[in-house]
């Protein structure tokens, strides 16, 4: 079988999942858990040999380190799958009920999307997270993995699909996909695939979003931005000028540009330098910037710049409102900050500045799936439309309406011999 | 000025109607109705150009008929406007509050998409309802109407305009595209443009769809299915045949398909035959149906085809599944209906087809935003994500995520001094 046939084996799949009701859903995490837990030592073993392979192909520290599937980890995911069973089912509820006549009642009620890819680096801990949140959706899923993590990834993937046949899941609703070749085949199968996730570096994602007319969720960039208002308690914004800068820099809601209003410039500027060279971070600055403390000079092309290191651009603003314009000019919408002791300038901030996280005297760190008490996340979205931020279950999911009636046409409506009533009902299907 | 230009000046603009106030919006909506009675002559005039050029030009009845913009219809768009101003602010709204430790609130909160482009054919009326609809929704947009129309829409547009400006909108948040070229640099605009919502024939939606990287909402065909299970009711079938085809054949929910369960054929087709002989249907059937009544041959291509005319396509199936397997394959996940007097059989069909709109007992023809209850429609979504079926104010807004904290830090979790409470909060922002 080749990968299109991999596609039309999740799409019909994915048609009979939809219906599969939550105790069948719930056995197989639960049964996903405890194979996982048995096990065990087949995996750790699994995954030695890819990070064997890989220090031998001397890949860096920090993809070894979420490349590591020990213990911990796997405990990790089994909590997981226990939370995901905990959480209420997802599909089939009823989000309004509207009678149009007497004896007509409509229904939107919630349905999962169809066929989900999802191509994610190396953590294989993405693998079991992804492929069970698809599953409590309701979801089929074609996942590809990273190289690095090859072997990992087929042993888990083994353990799910076993799991699945005891479990009478619909046959083909997971597969793993373990080449290159086979993502940009399945980049072009959009009569079969409804939603790509790509997780990883911004050319890749930015490659996917290129290449494929499937609609995509995730977000390529991730240049946040915190904006030190006039109004701002100083030690407040160097605290979270370090938490965001600092607290992981390799992230996509790491701080990368600061934006810092004039009148609060000679304050808090010279603080903010001693703090960063403790952490060693390197500043780059506007002529403003750089008047008040030393930093190198920043470029047009910083303001653009996601580091992902120990680097700040910093810009010296006249006003909110430019802060503002330089923000929605440069951001990537993903997450932005202010610090100000003023409701007003913070709500402001807030409702103009057109990003999926919008913060007001907290750290830009914060937006993540977990500490947004979403459970678990398949990535964070900077789309408009369908789901915006970190996305949890609820972003596999869409709605679907159901009309019943007995008998009625339309043709008594458009002449008159019948009207509509329009009333909300409070009722489920 | 050009189109990018244009889309330059909308995508400012709608960072700033983001924050517009509700009062202002119904201002503008209400001066808007008062300008169109006032200017009713000038429009009218207008229009007539656009009929008499047209009629030499030799356009369809039916479209003249849609062209047609008069007293009645100028009307409808003043009272659909006075509706729109009566219909609660969608901008702003708390969908949902968490504190995700003591002093640290998360709001979800709703607002615009951004910059919105619609194509639309004939119908001038189309301009006014959506540009109304994307001005309560906060979003900027740019409209692309039909040729035939182009006084209509340049003089309904000069109102608009002159009522924004009285009203003080941001500049620029609405503007009319006058040739096909413009329509083609606006697909390359996903820089600007947000969202494109293609309202008109098959062909130009999906010309659209594959020739964007901007997410497109809308369908391209609308190949319904009504059903006859063989607990149908055999009136009712006939009644819900004869509506869903005939009511109005050149609508995309109107009923291409008929599949009848093989038990029930020997009743209903004869029947049903009659009836749409009286309404000069022509019918084309499989092996099995020609065999209990006289039809045209259906190829494997009409399963595919959507009429829009005075033509059936009528197959027997030897059972639910398959009659759902045929409308997976087939259809185009717009409007399918069933008929039958078994409740689990309307389940399990209403479950298992993946269409927007899936009914029991009832007229595919129903599937309308306006017989929904929703007010306006911009169109019908198959999409299978952010909006599906019809779609009204809501598809136009998506959230962002506002995080109010008192100068919190992530390194506090994740160094486990602080843990997060994650309680669902009853507040609004």
């Known amino acids: 079988m080749n990968i299109i046939d991999y596609a039309k084996k999740a799409k019909n799949a994915s048609l009979l999942l939809a219906a599969i009701d939550t105790a069948r859903k719930n056995d197989y995490l639960a049964m996903l858990a405890n194979a996982l837990k048995a096990h065990e030592e087949d995996i750790i073993k699994a995954n030695r040999e890819d990070i064997a392979r890989s220090e031998t192909e001397g890949i860096s520290a920090p993809l070894l380190k979420r490349l590591k599937f020990d213990e911990a980890k796997i405990a990790e995911a089994v909590s997981g799958l226990e939370s995901l069973v905990k ?151 160097i605290a979270l000028t370090v938490d965001s800068k600092t607290q992981y820099v390799s992230v996509c809601n790491a701080l990368e540009t600061l934006l810092v209003h004039k009148s609060i410039a000679k304050d808090f500027l010279p603080a903010l330098k001693k703090a960063m060279d403790e952490k060693r971070v390197e500043l780059l600055g506007c002529d403003a910037t750089r008047n008040i403390i030393s930093a190198a000079p920043a470029r047009e ?57 919008v913060f007001w005297n907290a750290s830009t760190r914060f937006s993540d799936g977990f500490r947004y008490g979403l459970g678990a996340e398949v990535g964070i979205s900077t789309n408009k439309i369908h789901a915006r931020g970190p996305v949890g279950l609820e972003g596999l999911l869409i709605y679907k309406y159901k009309l019943i009636g007995n008998g009625h046409t339309v043709a008594e409506y458009a002449e008159g011999r019948k009207k509509f009533t329009h009333r909300k009902l409070n009722k489920k299907l």
């Open 87 to 237: 959480l209420p089912e997802p599909v089939g509820i009823t989000r309004y009920a509207m009678e149009l006549d007497e004896g007509l009642e409509l229904y939107r009620v919630s349905c999962p999307i169809g066929v989900i890819g999802v191509i994610f680096e190396s953590r294989p801990d993405a693998l079991v997270q992804i492929s069970s949140l698809c599953l409590k959706s309701g979801n089929a899923v074609l996942l590809k993995g990273g190289r690095e993590a090859l072997e990992t990834n087929r042993i888990l993937t083994k353990i799910i699909v076993e799991v699945s046949s005891q479990t009478e899941m619909p046959e083909g609703w997971v597969h793993l996909l373990e080449t290159r070749e086979d993502v940009k085949t399945m980049l072009g199968l959009d009569e079969y695939i409804d939603l790509i996730i790509p997780r990883g570096s911004n050319e890749f994602v930015r490659y996917i979003m290129d290449n494929t007319r499937i609609p995509v969720l995730g977000h390529a960039d991730g240049i946040c931005h915190l904006y030190v208002d006039n109004d701002a308690d100083v030690d407040m914004a």
């Open 301 to 357: 092309e910083d303001w653009r710049t996601e580091y992902l290191d120990y680097k700040l651009s910093i810009k010296i603003v006249d006003s909110l409102d430019d802060a503002i314009a330089h923000i929605n000019q440069y951001g990537s919408g993903h997450t932005d900050a202010i610090v100000t002791g003023n409701r007003d300038t913070a709500m402001r901030f807030m409702e103009l500045v057109d990003s999926a996280n």
